[in-house]
């Protein structure tokens, strides 16, 4: 409180009190000192709250200053106690002061003991310019609306806050009304004729119109003036600029909203990472190349597109082909998916997007699809009414690129979604293109080799098991995984001379290209040994020699190397062993023998023993052969082993060759848990009895995905 002002208001004998922000006194006039009995020596420096209020009412009161943080005012009747402790209702008039910060400074009030004095009107005017006086320190300025004679007044202070010279206002209504924000002044009209029509206290907030043009912000309160008769003569009210304390509040808004911004962009971006993140793990699950394509698309349509298309270009004859066509639940549609997916391969130089994107490599970006983009986008008309039949709203095309290669274009369009593509999710589909070229061709690649190997794999084993009158013969084999990994393992059935076959089953070490190599040395050396001499041992002795005369390290393998003659009461065999697994031989009187223990590795050792086994099969019996594949198949660490083949075997009975081989291959397979780690190979060769139906021989080869069946 100024000290200039503190002689006037002593002066005009008015109770005022004034606090500072924490409510602590710092001002006690001498009318105040009438009111309440206390001097200012007793109040100053002491919580206001703690001084005037009946004590009953200490909470109200606080109640009452807390609300004034808000920059509202405060007039009403309130019970107050005098320094004697007598207890009196006193119209208490409280307002806040503020600093050129907009922040609350303090709070001064006026106090009146009204409980004997009049309501004319009179007395209300001269009280209201007495507050005035008060309230100037707080600059908050002070104006009178007489409603018959349509007149406003303004004191000196409202007239500085429209930046009007001293005298400058009209002191109309409607002059007021001209200088309200055009946006502001409906609403703020309505709510003093609310006012006037309820005689209820209003509080307005509005911006105004200075005279330099610049924008401020009013905020005030006005409260109806009753006559003697209780008709409304008027409106006595306050007001202040609040211009700062919006500026700051706006100023707030601004920094909130681009904190909340920054953190949309900011959990979009950990999407966005997260999706990538999960792409490349689905992406790394497999190496199947029609099933990568397949898992790019659903990837893209199960969060980001409607529709997603990949297009390939094939280098060798410079066409784009349709590869792959994914679409959402929402935007499904098969008859115009098929339509897509059916599309004709197109030339690299023909029109078109999606060609465009491939030849130049750089990406195409339409937030909204017009109908020029799906002319120019389309390669013909059949393309564009399938264009706009999709009833697309925006679209994204970026090249496949792969080791500096352009293998084609992945496509994005929205349509039921209504999702608008931005710069970002080019990005996004930049990056997710960059991860499926490189999965894409991976795949591709791997699909090519595998092509290779499993084309490889295939010629070493003979592609159908010859028809021997007399004897049957089944075949299975399963190599350990699709892959580059040619496995070893290998059989062979060919005639040597008249009514004489001769049947190998073998396992060469290792696996891969060197492994196919030695297979290939192995089948082609015993074929061309066997056709000039008959004798097993001989043929595994010369293929022994060759294989070190290779001079070779590790070109090994175990053999049994059999000379089959079909005789009339069945089937002989003499049967030389190299090292492998011993035969078995399943009687159909019942029982199982096992062959000759004995033989040595072929290819390690220049000298080796040979076993031999002669073996006569009567009709009904049946001899297998097979690779260590059939009994080192593992569930845990549990071996499948020798003693439950034979079990399986001897519970076959007098099974056809056929059977027994797929019951045996099944058995081993559902025993089988992890990983595989060996092929599987096994031949049942079996004198059939007399009333036996059916053909002499089976086969079933499964290399990659083809399976073959002969007999």
Known sequence: MSEALGPLLDAIDLAVIASDRDGNITYWSRGATKLYGWTAEECLGRPVVMVTPAPDSREAAERILLDLQTGSRWVGMFPVRRKDGSVFEARVTLAALWDDAGHMAGVVGVSEDVTTAGQQERDLVDRTERLELALESGRMGTWRWDADSGLVSWDATIERIFDLQPGGFAGTMEAYSALIHPDDREATLATVESSMATLDDHEVEHRFIRADGSVGWLGGTGRVVLGPDGVPTGMIGVAADITARKEADAERAALLAAEQLAHAKAEAAGERLAFLSEVGALLAETLDYDETLQRVADLIVS??????????????????????????????????????????????????????????????????VSEEHLKAGARDQRHHDLLRALGMRSSVIVPLIARGRTTGALTMVSTVTNRRYSAD?????????????IAIDNSRLFAERVLVAETLQRSL????????????????????????????????????????????????CGKGAAAAALTGAVRWTVRAVATRQHDPRSIIKVLNETLLAEQSHHRFCTIIVAIATVEDDGVHLSVANGGHPLPLVRRAAGGVERGTEGGMLVGALREIDVALDEIELHPGDALLLYTDGVTETRSGLELYGEERLIELLGSLDTWSASATAEAIEAEVTSFQTGAVRDDLALLVIRAPNAGDVGGSSTQDVAIGRTKVESG
């Open 425 to 437: 999710d080019l990005q996004l589909a930049m990056e997710l293109a960059r991860r499926a070229a």
């Open 303 to 368: 969060v980001f597109a409607d529709w997603c298309t990949i297009d390939l270009l094939d280098d060798d004859t410079g066409t784009i082909r349709r590869a792959v066509v994914a679409h959402s639940a929402a935007a499904a549609d098969s008859t115009l998916a098929a339509e897509m997916a059916g599309l004709r391969p197109q030339n690299l130089q023909a029109p078109g997007a999606v060609a465009a994107v491939i030849r130049t490599g750089e990406p195409t970006l339409h937030t909204d």
């Open 461 to 508: 084993l003979p592609p159908v098991l010859p028809d021997v009158t007399g004897v049957q013969i089944a075949a299975r084999y399963r190599p350990a995984q699709r892959g580059l990994d040619i496995g070893g393992d290998f059989y062979d059935v060919f005639p040597v001379a008249a009514g004489a076959w001769c049947i190998v089953m073998g396992d060469v």
